[in-house]
Nanobody, 124 residues
Framework: QVQLVESGGGLVQAGGSLRLSCAAS????????MGWFRQAPGKEREIVAA????????YYADSVKGRCSISTNNAKTTVYLQMNTLQPEDTAVYYC?????????????????WGQGTQVTVSS
């Protein structure tokens, strides 16, 4: 099993920045790709960004492209999401996810492990 714990969420004004972190523990050797999703009230959970920790290949949703950057630490046990120029529509609970397949994935069912989420609120 793999445990994922997110941190770094909070309240920020529009135009501000946040850096989310997700620490993985347990059988981390089984993880090949990780991603960040978000879910706003009344909406479905959606992909924000994903990364293959071994190839460095990344994916970004169109809504955050150019404003967000996903990365991992050298040990591939922590994934980060740097978010800049935040807007009120970025307000959501942000979830970290990990999968045992190496290919990037954008759908929730393609991920094997999930964190509990961290709230990001952007005020106008």
């Amino acid at each position: 099993q793999v445990q994922l714990v997110e941190s770094g969420g909070g309240l920020v004004q529009a135009g501000g920045s946040l850096r989310l972190s997700c620490a993985a523990s347990g059988r981390t050797f089984s993880i090949y790709a990780m991603g960040w999703f978000r879910q706003a009230p009344g909406k479905e959970r959606e992909i924000v960004a994903a990364i293959n920790g071994y190839t460095g290949r990344t994916y970004y949703a169109d809504s955050v492209k150019g404003r967000c950057s996903i990365s991992t630490n050298n040990a591939k046990t922590t994934v980060y999401l740097q978010m800049n120029t935040l807007q009120p529509e970025d307000t959501a609970v942000y979830y970290c996810a990990a999968r045992k397949e190496a290919s990037l994935a954008t759908r929730t069912y393609e991920y094997d492990y999930w964190g509990q989420g961290t709230q990001v609120t952007v005020s106008s």
